[in-house]
C-alpha cells in the first residue's frame, strides 16, 4: 500500500552533520503528518520531529536548534538536517507518516530504518 523509503545515515564525526531523507510512494490520497523517531541500542523508540503538511514542527528538547525538520510535500519526502551531531544522537532513525489512502483508509507507516552513528 504505501513504502516509506530512508536514505542518508552513516557514520559522522562529534560535530558533523548529516541530512536524511524520507520518501513516501504507494497509493496515497494525503499525509497529515511527517516525522522521524530514533531508537538506540537497549533504549525504548522516541520521537525525534515531525512536521504537518502545513509546516508546524515539533521537536524533542533534546536536539532543539541543532536538527531541522522539512518537507516537499509535493514529492511526499520529509528531512531531517542534522548539524552539531553528538554521540548520543547514535540510534537507528526511522521516518514515520500518518497516511490516509486513496480508498479512504488512514494508517500510520514506517520505514525500515537508517543508522546513524556519531563517534571519532
Known sequence: ????????????????????????????????????????????????ATVTSGGSTNYAYSVKGRFTISRDNAKNTVYLQMNSLKPEDTAVYYCNADVTLQIGIRNDYWGQGTQVTVSS
Open 1 to 48: 500500500q504505501v513504502q516509506l523509503v530512508e536514505s542518508g545515515g552513516g557514520l559522522v564525526q562529534p560535530g558533523g552533520s548529516l541530512r536524511l531523507s524520507c520518501a513516501a510512494s504507494g497509493s496515497i490520497f494525503s499525509i497529515y503528518a511527517m516525522g522521524w523517531y530514533r531508537q538506540a541500542p537497549g533504549k525504548q523508540r522516541e520521537l525525534v
